[in-house]
């Protein structure tokens, strides 16, 4: 019994675990108003109620990611020289929601 009981907790122990998060995630691509992609842009999600900031930037094309937000309300805003400043307020993320949000930039003053 014994012999059974450490093989059963060795092949149990030799299984991989998914990781498990309650977290929420904001992605897209940021864009021109021609529709091609901003690298280096820099996009900031805000919890509402904590005032906590979560930042990332776009990459070579154009892509963003933020992971790990808390549950709530955010105000997401995206800078990049030579544009206007996106935002969007009212964000509800809950648990596990990963959200596509696609910010299409304004040319205009930084």
């Known amino acids: 019994m014994k012999v059974q009981l450490i093989a059963y907790l060795l092949i149990a122990g030799a299984v991989p675990m998914a990781a498990q998060t309650t977290f929420a995630t904001i992605t897209g691509v940021v864009t021109d108003p021609a529709g091609m992609t901003i690298a280096g842009a820099a996009i900031t999600a805000t919890h ?16 963003y990611t933020l992971a790990q937000l808390r549950e709530g309300e955010y105000t997401l805003q995206t800078q990049a020289a030579g544009f206007k400043e996106f935002v969007m307020r009212a964000v509800q993320l809950v648990a596990l929601d990963v959200r596509r949000i696609d910010v299409k930039m ?5």
Not at 49 to 58: G, K
Not at 106 to 110: I, K, N, S, T, W
Request: aromatic residues 10%; glycine residues 10%.
């Open 48 to 63: 509402t109620q904590s005032n906590y900031r979560y930042t990332a930037q776009s990459n070579e094309t154009g892509t």
């Open 106 to 110: 304004e040319l205009g003053a930084v």
